[in-house]
């Protein structure tokens, strides 16, 4: 049976079948990190519980925010310049949400989620490596749907414009008292509430999924190269490495950022490789990667895959970027922290089963995992072997 004979579809199976849909800081999320820390220890390497603290869900806080609009016209009612002033609040908030920065979030009820901090305990080495993963599954949203999802990109940017022309023509309602800008305005605010459906059907009959691909697949991946870097014959003695599975990644982030508010000040010269839905399709290294704007990753790192894939033309591993939603490693690159990630794609550009009901351990690809590994494990080796005083140029 795969899942006895493959040790990382086992930890796949573990996972996605076992403990199964897993949605951010709930207790099946709990149980894979129980899961995740007992592996590393049985490895043994360190493998710790981190508690955090995060929203459960996304759709609040982007719910508030796209009603935010009818709020800022319902003020002009009584204040125009006031209502106006509010809708460039709303904007801005929703650019701070979009690029992980918790402002209306910040307000909202928190649940307790578990980070699982892993290390092989190597004071004496010199390049810090965090290998990071995400234990979480999302829910199936309609807007993930087959049909639905190759529009996301531009869906998105049909509401960064409503998001913004809103908020400018109420602002310019404000200023001028022209009632035809209040009219106007009524258009994007209006495109904004098809989306609010789409949430609210998402928080109140849409279900979790198995998260088999992602992101049970990331972590597989990373327990794997934990065990590879254990074992006695295979260590990389010049790397100081770190495994985390993070809590939250679908709804915030919040695993990451609780972890770097306890261990920043330790990261600021660490390497983040993070490990996101690498179970179908081919895997790429992401040269840059945010939904609005793009953050670029860390240049090394960069140049050290191209290198990689120079070397290893049979894994087939690609270069892209990645602008369809952020992920952790999104995170650490605004957080000024160096950081590359790696997802596998479709023919489209799209995540294979992507936050839909078929991302089930069947549909995970043992070679594409494996692929996966053996890329990054020969990323390990190469910085096992470089002069960390050495900066590689990448290749634009």
């Known amino acids: 049976m795969v899942t006895n004979e493959h040790p990382i579809m086992r930890h796949i199976y573990r996972l996605a079948v076992e403990i199964g849909p897993r949605g951010s800081a709930t207790r099946a999320e709990r149980k894979a990190a129980e899961y995740v820390a007992e592996e590393l220890r049985g490895m043994g390497l360190e493998g710790n ?8 869900t996304f759709s609040w806080p982007y719910m508030i925010l796209y009603l935010w609009p009818w709020l800022a016209l319902a003020v002009t009612l009584v204040q125009p310049l006031a209502g106006g002033i509010l809708a460039l609040v709303g904007a801005i908030l929703f650019f701070a949400e979009l690029n992980t920065y918790e402002l209306v979030a910040a307000v909202l009820p928190k649940s307790e989620g578990y980070n699982v901090v892993g290390r092989r305990a190597r004071p004496e080495a010199g390049q810090r490596v965090v290998i990071m993963s995400h234990l979480d599954s999302s829910k199936a949203a309609l807007n993930f749907s087959p049909k639905m999802v190759p529009g996301f990109r531009s869906s998105f ?65 990373m327990l794997a190269l934990a065990e590879r870097a254990a074992r006695g014959d295979e260590e990389l ?42 179970g ?58 160096r950081g590359i990630g790696f997802l596998a794609v479709d023919e489209r550009g799209l995540l294979p089963n ?32 470089a002069d960390p005083g050495v900066t590689d140029r990448a290749v634009p």
């Open 157 to 221: 940017i049909m509401m960064v414009i409503a998001v913004v022309l809103s908020g400018l023509l109420i602002f310019a309602y404000g200023l001028s008292d022209w009632a035809p800008l209040r009219w106007a305005s009524l258009v994007p605010a209006g495109y904004l509430l098809i989306t609010v459906g789409f949430l609210v059907h998402r928080e109140f009959w849409s279900r979790y999924t198995h998260g088999a691909n992602d992101n049970a697949s990331g972590v597989g991946v």
């Open 280 to 337: 179908a399709g081919r895997v790429h290294f992401m040269a840059g990667e945010g939904m609005f704007p793009t953050y670029k990753a860390d240049r090394r790192l960069l140049a050290l895959c191209q290198k990689v894939q120079k070397q290893r033309p049979d894994l087939d591993v690609r270069q892209g970027v990645y602008t369809l939603m952020t992920t952790d490693c999104t995170r650490i690159l605004i957080k000024g922290y």
């Open 49 to 56: 519980l981190q508690p955090i603290r995060a929203i459960p």
């Open 354 to 385: 992507w936050h839909w009901v078929t991302d089930t351990y069947e549909n995970v690809d043992p070679k594409t995992v494996e692929t996966a590994l053996e890329f990054v494990w020969a990323m390990l080796e190469e910085l096992n072997q």
């Open 237 to 278: 003695e010049g790397l100081d490495l770190w495994f985390l599975a993070v809590s939250s990644e679908e709804t915030s982030s919040a695993g990451v950022e609780g972890f770097l508010r306890q261990y920043g000040g330790e990261m600021k010269d660490a390497l983040f490789i993070n490990l996101d839905n690498i």
